[in-house]
């Protein structure tokens, strides 16, 4: 049997956020006798329009997992990414001098949904989307599959415009070595009686949110702790304007034995973020340690409602959300039933061998039937402008045609 070849494409692909571990760990775990995989990736650069955000490098540790496993790398060049435009257009870019479309049977991507380059210029070869925001909804022709993680996710993309006929649900596959890691519990110096609440997240102010530790501050004693790997500098900021006593502030990192190790050492996972979540890969490394998860609404994303379900609680308040870290910290009982609904739901929805081979299932389908309901793709695919002219002149063709039918 002929190898399918499949090219997985992401700028800022082999950094250490939520989408790029999910494209990476897909293309490290397709069955290479049936896959030939290249990913192709760039660095992460500056932001035509907001050059000061920040962003997360290129993980060599990834990029070695990626070479280790089969997986063929291409690296193509990008001097910024202007979000003034539209599709966002790659400024300085080589791609399409080390890209052939011609040469795959598939592509893959993860992005956050709107009409984006470089996949306006590809238009031949079977794209298949995993949606990790919804920013709008592309349905050119051959997007033959959008993959979401989450339903709340998908309805939020349909109702943006989004072709329902194209959905297939999936989770992250994840893969999960401990390695080296060991709990960091007695290098911390933080004694074994003590509860420990904590979380990590990309050193982002856009995703600040003051809920965790404000609701902490409501419970804090000398039997409680608080751990933050990463996040905004405004936690620290925060922290001190209450006057937390015992707080532990850890540097962002994206080594994995470093993330198990703080994983390792909580009892209980207590997220926080402005914006919401789809489907976090952060939180389904949480529910493989066992470790119950608190969080709050958002007004933009609240996928991750569905994703925690009966592994934790999602909050409105901050004094709800004090209310459930009480609760966690002083019965036993109830830490222990979150904590076995966690690793349940772990192995039920994030298991790599079976996400995996519901995405090979996925890829095969496309294979053989790379763009099923093809009048609605058609109709899809146009702008909406070019649907209310087509939707005008049917409705004059149809009326011209009675009046001549009852002449």
């Not at 470089?118 to 238009?123: L, M, S």
């Not at 599959?145 to 989004?162: E, F, L, P, T, Y």
């Not at 389904?284 to 409602?305: D, R, W």
Request: hydrophobic residues 35%; glycine residues 6%; neutral net charge.
């Amino acid at each position: 049997m002929k190898k399918l070849n499949i090219a997985f494409i992401k700028y800022g692909g082999m950094s250490s956020g939520g989408t790029e571990k999910f494209l990476q760990t897909i293309a490290c775990n397709l069955n290479k006798e049936i896959f030939s995989v290249d990913y192709y990736y760039s660095d992460n650069t500056p932001y035509v329009g907001e050059p000061y955000r920040k962003f997360s490098p290129t993980n060599l540790q990834r990029l070695d997992d990626l070479e280790d496993k089969g997986v063929n790398i291409i690296k193509f060049n990008v001097e910024a990414k202007d979000i003034t435009r539209p599709t966002h257009p790659w400024v300085g870019t080589n791609f399409f001098d080390v890209f052939d479309e011609t040469k795959y049977d598939i592509i893959q991507t993860g992005r956050a949904g709107h009409k984006e380059f470089p996949f306006t210029k590809i238009r031949k070869t079977p794209i298949i989307d995993s949606i990790h925001l919804t920013a709008g909804a592309d349905n050119q022709y051959n997007i033959a599959r959008v993959m979401h993680i989450c339903q709340w996710n998908a309805d939020k993309w349909i109702a943006s415009g989004g072709d329902a006929s194209r959905v297939v649900l999936v989770s992250h596959p994840m893969e999960i070595d401990e390695g080296n890691s060991v709990s960091m519990r007695t290098e911390l110096g933080i004694a074994e009686d003590v509860c420990i609440f904590g979380f990590h997240q990309r050193d982002s102010d856009d995703i600040f949110s003051p809920i965790p530790l404000e609701a902490y501050k409501q419970i804090e004693n000398d039997k409680t702790h608080f751990i933050l790997m990463g996040g905004s500098q405004k936690y620290r900021k925060q922290a001190e304007d209450l006057g937390l006593e015992n707080v532990t502030f850890i540097d962002h990192s994206g080594d994995r034995n470093k993330i198990y190790s703080f994983l390792k050492i909580l009892d209980v996972y207590a997220h926080g973020r402005k914006d919401g979540e789809v489907n976090s890969t952060a939180m389904a490394e949480a529910m493989y340690f066992k470790l119950p998860i608190i969080s709050h609404t958002s007004n933009i994303n609240n996928g991750h409602i569905e994703a925690i379900a009966d592994a934790g609680v999602v909050v409105e308040t901050i004094e709800q959300y004090a209310e459930i870290l009480n609760k966690l910290l002083n019965n036993k009982e109830y830490l222990l039933k979150l904590s076995t609904n966690a690793h349940k739901r772990f192995l039920e929805h994030y298991e790599l061998q079976s996400q995996i081979k519901n995405i090979e299932n996925i890829y095969m389908d496309v294979v053989k039937n790379p763009y099923p309901n093809k009048w609605r793709r058609i109709w899809t695919s146009l702008h909406w402008t070019q649907n209310i002219r087509l939707w005008a002149k049917w409705l004059y063709l149809k009326y011209k045609y009675k009046i001549r039918a009852k002449i």
